[in-house]
Structure formats: structure tokens, C-alpha cells
């Protein structure tokens, strides 16, 4: 609750201080004057949400951010896992992919109206591609930094290929993919607002630049605050999705106050201390007795 109380607090602050700022009309280098109060904001917001264009703009944003990520999580992950377990395919696809990654997704706005026949197709296809090369990469990174034993240990049970995709490379690589889910995520709402201001017809980039066009300031911070809440729900979700399928994770602990808890001592076998079998008084090596308490 403390941390809760916080939080609240923090985004209070903020939104009085803006309010005590553009209400005075502060110039100092900074020109709040030219800002919109918090008040304006929330009349502008209130009168939108009352409106169908603004929830006409939320699906359309919305569709078009998920279609692209969720084709772009489905690819990259697949793409970073091929090019980490094949040579071939790193000879293959690596090059092209390496020259094609430091391009933004967003340079790519004349190559989407040109090669699709739809603006709407155009901006998945910007969307995909900001998400596609996070997700790919550090998918790829995942699967290569996985230690050789956990495939040999599946070898030796008899285990395949497949198997060894599904019970060792894809749930070890499980944290490494969902960094890049997180990043690829961000990264799709800067590019799919940037391609809806430009090129498209709805959405609630389009409508933030229309706002700016015809200085409507308010309008303009109620777009941003829109864009602001469904990047952070996004997020949100994606970290939840990824706590929830990595739960065989350790997690560090925190008390309340949010200070670490102190490490409680270990047995005395697990410091390496000798211990004797009542039967026949064995000694356990230090190694073992490790291995012994982290099982």
C-alpha cells in the first residue's frame, strides 16, 4: 500500500505542478504559457471521450499495433531461433538482416505507400518492422548464451530435435524473448504513431497532428495522454504474460520498506562443513552439498 501511496502521489504532484505552472503563465527559459492547463486537458478529454471519433481512433490504433506486434513476435522469435541453432541459415538471412535492422521502421513510410496498396497495410507493415528486429535479436542472443548441457542432458534420454525446441531452447530462452517483446512493443507505438501522422486516415496519431494542424493545444495533450496509457497498459500486459511463463524464475524479494531481505544461512553442509552419517560417518564434499541445497 506505502508503495501504491507513492505512486499516487507522484503522479498528483506532477500533474499540480504543471497545473501551478501553466496557470501562472511561468516564462522563465521554459514557456508555460504556451501550454495548455490541467484543467483544459480535462475538459478536452471529457468532451472526446463523450464523442464517437476518439473511440474510432482507439480500435484503429489499437488493431493496427497489435496485428503487427503479434505478427512480429510470431517471426522474430521464430527468425532469432533459426539463425542461432543454423549455420545455414545465419549465412543466409544474417547479412541481409544486419543491413536491413539499422534502418528505422520509419524511413520505410515511402517504401510501404509504394509497395502496398493501402495505407492501412502500410502501417502493420511499419509496425511489424519496429518490433520484428528487437524480438529477433535478443531472441537470438537467448538461444545462443543457453548452456550446451541442458540439449546433451535431453540427448542422452533419447530426446530429438523437436523435443529439444520445446523442452530446453524455447523455455530457457523465455526471458531473453520477452526483453525483446517489451522493447519491440515500444518501439511499435513510436512508429505507428509517427505513420498514422503521416500517412493514414484514422487513429489517434492522425488525430493528434490534425489537432496540431488547427492549434488545438488541447487536443494535442489528450492524444499524448492517450498514446502515454495504451503503451503503458501494453507494456503492462506483455511483463504480466512474461512473469506468468517464467515463473521457475528466482525472483529477488523485497520487504515493505523496500530494502532487501538479508540471505538467511546456509546448513552447514552446504558451506562445505563435513557431516557424519550416523551409520557410517561419510564426509560430504563441499561441491555436492551446493549442488545438494540448490535442488
Known amino acids: 500500500m506505502?508503495?501504491?501511496?507513492?505512486?499516487?502521489?507522484?503522479v498528483a504532484a506532477t500533474l499540480g505542478l504543471?497545473?501551478?505552472?501553466t496557470s501562472l503563465n511561468v516564462d522563465l527559459w521554459l514557456r508555460f504559457s504556451q501550454f495548455p492547463t490541467v484543467a483544459d486537458v480535462a475538459r478536452t478529454f471529457a468532451g472526446r471521450l463523450a464523442g464517437e471519433d476518439y473511440w474510432t481512433d482507439l480500435t484503429d490504433s489499437l488493431t493496427r499495433i497489435l496485428t503487427g506486434f503479434l505478427l512480429a513476435a510470431v517471426a522474430g522469435v521464430a527468425t532469432g531461433v533459426l539463425v542461432a541453432r543454423s549455420r545455414l541459415a545465419e549465412d543466409l538471412?544474417?547479412?541481409?538482416?544486419e543491413v536491413v535492422r539499422p534502418i528505422p521502421a520509419i524511413a520505410l513510410v515511402p517504401v510501404a505507400i509504394l509497395l502496398f496498396p493501402s495505407n492501412?497495410?502500410?502501417?502493420?507493415?511499419?509496425?511489424?518492422?519496429?518490433?520484428?528486429?528487437?524480438?529477433?535479436?535478443?531472441?537470438?542472443?537467448?538461444?545462443r548464451a543457453l548452456t550446451p548441457d541442458w540439449e546433451e542432458a535431453v540427448r542422452?534420454?533419447?530426446g530429438g530435435r523437436w523435443r529439444i525446441?520445446?523442452?530446453?531452447?524455447?523455455p530457457g530462452a523465455l526471458p531473453g524473448i520477452f526483453g525483446g517483446l517489451s522493447v519491440g512493443l515500444g518501439v511499435s507505438w513510436i512508429c505507428v504513431i509517427s505513420a498514422e501522422m503521416i500517412s493514414g486516415q484514422y487513429g489517434v496519431g492522425y488525430r493528434t497532428w490534425q489537432d496540431y494542424t488547427v492549434v488545438d493545444y488541447p487536443g494535442v495533450f489528450v492524444g499524448m495522454v492517450t498514446i502515454g496509457v495504451?503503451?503503458?497498459?501494453?507494456?503492462?500486459?506483455?511483463?504480466?504474460?512474461g512473469r506468468r511463463l517464467t515463473r521457475w524464475l528466482p525472483r529477488t524479494s523485497y520487504v515493505p520498506a523496500?530494502?532487501?531481505?538479508?540471505?538467511r544461512p546456509l546448513p552447514a553442509r552446504a558451506i562445505g562443513a563435513p557431516t557424519a552419517s550416523p551409520a557410517a560417518g561419510t564426509r560430504t564434499e563441499p561441491e555436492e552439498a551446493r549442488d545438494e541445497h540448490l535442488v
Not at 506505502?2 to 507522484?10: E, G, N, Q
Not at 525446441?165 to 524455447?170: A, F, I, K, N
Request: a positive charge; glycine letters at 8%.
Open 120 to 143: 492501412e497495410q502500410g502501417i502493420v507493415f511499419i509496425t511489424f518492422t519496429a518490433a520484428f528486429f528487437p524480438v529477433m535479436v535478443s531472441t537470438r542472443h537467448a538461444v
Open 156 to 158: 542422452t534420454m533419447g
Open 230 to 241: 495504451l503503451g503503458w497498459a501494453t507494456s503492462t500486459a506483455v511483463e504480466l504474460l
Open 18 to 21: 504543471w497545473q501551478l505552472l
Open 2 to 10: 506505502t508503495r501504491y501511496a507513492l505512486r499516487t502521489a507522484s
Open 165 to 170: 525446441l520445446g523442452s530446453v531452447v524455447l
Open 93 to 97: 538471412l544474417g547479412p541481409v538482416l
Open 258 to 263: 523496500g530494502r532487501p531481505r538479508a540471505p
